[in-house]
């Protein structure tokens, strides 16, 4: 089980993560989220990053080239559409990253009207599975039906050291944690710490 924790702003959080040794951790480029960074303090954050913890940027309807940009720099790995980004998107985007085509995950919401068909025939690389873009909110997992997911996918919404091992029991490739190890909206090194070790103890 893989685990992505997401939201970084700080050296302080890098930290963290450097000592609790997550998968992936996200830096924020959204104009609207409380946890975005700026390029040039995602290059200072990233390459205090820990070697094999994979960098991925998270986006809303960002423009291809500062997407392009960033990967070609080494500052992001994989981009992490939250937008309308759609598969011609997708296609451009891998295009014009070059050689080497950037991997892309792409969030869904599921709820009772989710378009299964739409998620089987996404470009995207793997799926991100949730209850709304930096919702921080749980959603009914019992409306989850992975044997619909034709690719690797990321559980998101909401998780947190109470119900991570409910998460885990759902199978996803990876959970997809920010607020959840957080006190009063800052990283907390207990959390991430604890919440990795719980998801890695269930290798």
Not at 85 to 113: H, M, Q
Not at 117 to 132: F, N, P, R, V
Not at 169 to 192: C, H, M, Q, W, Y
Request: proline residues 4%; charged residues 25%; contains cysteine.
């Amino acid at each position: 089980m893989r685990i992505k924790i997401c939201g970084l702003f700080r050296n302080e959080d890098i930290d963290y993560v450097n000592e609790a040794r997550p998968d992936y951790v996200g830096f924020v480029f959204a104009e609207e989220s409380k946890r975005r960074v700026s390029p040039v303090l995602a290059q200072h954050l990233r390459f205090r990053l820990a070697n094999g913890i994979i960098p991925v940027g998270v986006f809303v309807n960002a423009r291809i080239a500062e997407i392009t940009q960033m990967y070609q720099n080494g500052i992001i790995s994989i981009a992490q559409l939250h937008g309308d980004e759609d598969d011609s998107y997708i296609t451009a985007l891998k295009k014009a990253s070059g050689t080497k085509p950037i991997p892309v995950i792409k969030s869904f919401i599921i709820n009772s009207t989710t378009n299964h068909h739409e998620l089987s025939q996404t470009k995207a690389d793997y799926l991100l599975i949730d209850s709304g873009a930096g919702s921080g909110k749980t959603f009914n997992w019992k409306q989850l039906d992975a044997s619909k997911f034709p690719k690797p996918w990321f559980l998101a919404g909401g998780i947190d050291t109470n119900n991570a091992a409910k998460a885990i029991t759902l199978k996803p490739f990876a959970i997809d944690v920010s607020s959840g190890v957080e006190t009063d909206g800052i990283k907390n090194r207990e959390k991430i710490l604890s919440l990795v070790e719980t998801v890695k103890g269930k290798n």
